[in-house]
């Protein structure tokens, strides 16, 4: 089955710990991002990626942190100086126009 | 720096009705834009590009680089449109980057 996949579904982490959240796509597309999203707010780009070993910040990187290592693979790291980290984040991989996304991963901070 | 404005967050109309949703744009260049679509509990997915100029479902949607605004439409709307609503933006670089979104929701 094609396609991206974010793992796990639900998180939940205590104030203060690292998290990483898994993205990965069979699709061979170059281009990968988060997203988060937050009720009212829309998508608000955190990280993204063009090419293996490369990625350029997005408008809220602040507390976030990523790596691209494979290209099939781009984990988010969610640091504990993320004021706010509770949230629904999104993942998409993009060949040509068209971004493909996964299912998302809702981050429950306690 | 690109933005993408959608100012508003909430559309409701009855079944049969025009509907129209907003997107205002800030970029430069030469932008590519989108509208994505997300359905309850689906996945966004992309609903229509301007440059294929194409009707998808019933929706169109014009870029009018002298606005800078990239607006959709539908005549007619059905109660299976009822969805969440982005405009996006891609810029050089790979930078995609989407508006605030629109609820739309088609009453019967």
């Known amino acids: 089955d094609g396609g991206i996949t974010q793992s796990p579904k639900y998180l939940f982490r205590k104030e203060g710990q690292n998290v990483t959240l898994s993205c990965e796509q069979n699709l061979n597309h170059d281009a990968m991002y988060w997203y988060r999203q937050d009720p009212g707010q829309g998508l608000r780009l955190i990280y993204y990626?063009?090419?293996?070993?490369?990625?350029q910040k997005g408008d809220i990187a602040e507390g976030y942190s990523v790596s691209r290592e494979k290209k099939e693979s781009f984990p988010l790291t969610v640091t504990s100086a993320q004021k706010n980290p509770t949230a629904f984040y999104l993942c998409?991989?993009?060949?040509?126009?068209?971004?493909?996304f996964g299912q998302g991963t809702r981050l429950t901070v306690v | 720096a690109q933005r993408v404005t959608q100012p508003e967050k909430l559309l409701s109309v009855f079944k049969g009705a025009p509907v129209e949703l907003k997107c205002n744009y800030s970029?430069?260049?030469?932008?590519?834009l989108f509208w994505y679509v997300q359905y309850s509990r689906q996945r966004l997915q992309l609903l229509l590009r301007?440059?294929s100029r194409e009707s998808i479902k019933g929706f169109t949607a014009d870029l009018n680089k002298g606005e800078t605004s990239f607006h959709l439409k539908k005549p007619f709307a059905q109660e299976e449109d009822s969805a969440m609503y982005y405009c996006a933006l891609i810029a050089a670089g790979n930078k995609l980057t989407f508006g605030g979104g629109t609820r739309v929701l088609v009453k019967p």
């Open positions: 990626s063009q090419i293996v070993n490369d990625f």
């Open positions: 998409a991989s993009r060949q040509g126009t068209e971004a493909f």
């Open positions: 301007h440059i």
């Open positions: 970029y430069s260049g030469s932008p590519e």
